[in-house]
């Protein structure tokens, strides 16, 4: 059984940097493809940053050039580098990871629990 575990969030002033980690723990897979998310209060979740199989890596246009998404393999623990943060990335951030099941050889999805980030003064 996958599972993944975030950490990292919290409240921080505008302008400060935080690192989100999802750690991934099981046995007998590969990961695949990642992704951050995030939803704010009353809003729909929203894709913040994805990591293709090949490893580029795409950005909401809200977040390019502040954020980061990166991946220790050997680890297997996924990251969000978060800079000059603004209020309005206030929300709740989810990690995303499709892994290869080396077993059944079939690819499953799963999400992190969630890490609550706060920007306020």
């Known amino acids: 059984q996958v599972q993944l575990v975030e950490s990292g969030g919290g409240l921080v002033q505008p302008g400060g940097s935080l690192r989100l980690s999802c750690a991934v723990s099981g046995s007998s897979f590969r990961i695949d493809t990642t992704g951050w998310y995030r939803q704010a209060p009353g809003k729909q979740r929203e894709l913040v940053a994805s990591t293709a199989t090949g490893g580029s890596t795409s950005y909401a246009d809200s977040v390019k050039g502040r954020f980061s998404a990166s991946r220790d393999n050997a680890k297997n623990t996924v990251y969000l580098q978060m800079n000059s943060l603004k209020p309005e990335d206030t929300a709740v951030y989810y990690c995303?990871?499709?892994?290869?099941?080396?077993?059944?050889?079939?690819?499953?999805?799963?999400w992190g629990q969630g890490t609550q980030v706060t920007v306020s003064s």
């Open positions: 995303n990871v499709k892994i290869l099941n080396t077993v059944t050889w079939r690819f499953q999805e799963h």
